[in-house]
């Protein structure tokens, strides 16, 4: 009889520390305003398999990756509270990932370093430590609740772009301001493909409403590259993987960091998600998947809200204003 009693409290006990390691995914109310009723607001989208998971299977399956790459629309909030709550689920399953940040360099990591020394569970103040406010992102409160996450469970955060200075001189084309370590492991130094520069070509003119002007694009094409491998290379450092907080564009399969990624670290396993805002009269995956060329680029999409429907070119095509008397 004691034999069944103690079998059963080990099962209980197994069931219960698996329930323990168990991702789960808790978000509060949508923020963003457009389309909180749209049919796929709230829906995760497997691309891999066409079929809406749970929040909770999509961790699950994530964090078992070395890598997870969590996207967002910077100026979303809805996206940052997603972010938040699936690195907070990742790291209740126990692993220890560095979380890397696209918004913070190498310049502000000595000033992470020093608040972090005094201050290593205050994400408050964090964004005053590194003058968050002049660097041009949206409100340290929408990054807070993931900087939060990170320090809670201990982990490290990461500064993992290039210096502003850099990426300015490398987008004006001077190529010598490209670093080493980042020419050396991703073959910076050689023209890209032709696939890939085209492609690159495309999306930063599209990015400019076509106003940019030509001489420019091939130093803008380098410094989207050493962007996207600056931000692989914080991850590899990371002795349990890592997980990058990134615009949306930087997280795509086909040519953003994953690329780089798979570059450095052929056998890794990588994971991404990007939440996606939803369009009035897009009310299908398809839709979705053809402003991508005809196939959606990550492993999940999470439809959220959005924040406007303003046109970002429309200031280009108006009449210029006549002058006066």
Known sequence: MRSVVALRLAVAL????????T??????????PLGREHPLTGRVLDTRTGRFVTADAMVQAAA???????GEKHDNPDHHQIQAAVLRAILATSRRPIVAFEMFTPDD????????????????????AVDWKNNGWPDWAYYQPIAQAALDAGVPIVAANLTQATARALARGQRAA??????????????????????????????????????RVDGMVLAQRARDSALAESLVAGADGGVLIAGTGHVR????????????????????LAPLEVRTEWTQPSDYARA??????????????????????????????????
């Open 253 to 272: 399969n086909d040519r953003g960091v994953p690329a780089y990624l798979r570059r450095r670290v052929p056998d890794a396993t990588i994971a991404t």
């Open 178 to 215: 490209l670093p080493a370590n980042l020419a050396e492991h991703y073959a910076l130094d050689q023209p890209p493909s032709a696939a890939l520069q085209a492609a690159l070509t495309t999306e930063i003119r599209e990015a400019h409403c076509g106003h940019f002007p030509a001489d």
């Open 23 to 32: 991702a789960r995914v808790a978000i509060g109310p949508w923020q963003a």
């Open 14 to 21: 197994i069931a219960g520390l698996a329930a323990c390691a």
């Open 292 to 325: 991508y060329g005809g196939a959606l680029p990550f492993d999940w999409v999470w439809f959220t809200p959005g924040m406007d429907d303003d046109d970002p070119c429309a200031r280009f095509r108006r009449p210029p204003t006549p002058p006066r008397g």
């Open 64 to 70: 078992t990756a070395r890598f997870v790459l969590l």
């Open 109 to 128: 990591a000595p000033a992470l370093a020093r608040f972090l020394g005094t201050a290593p569970r205050d994400a408050t103040g964090l964004g005053a």
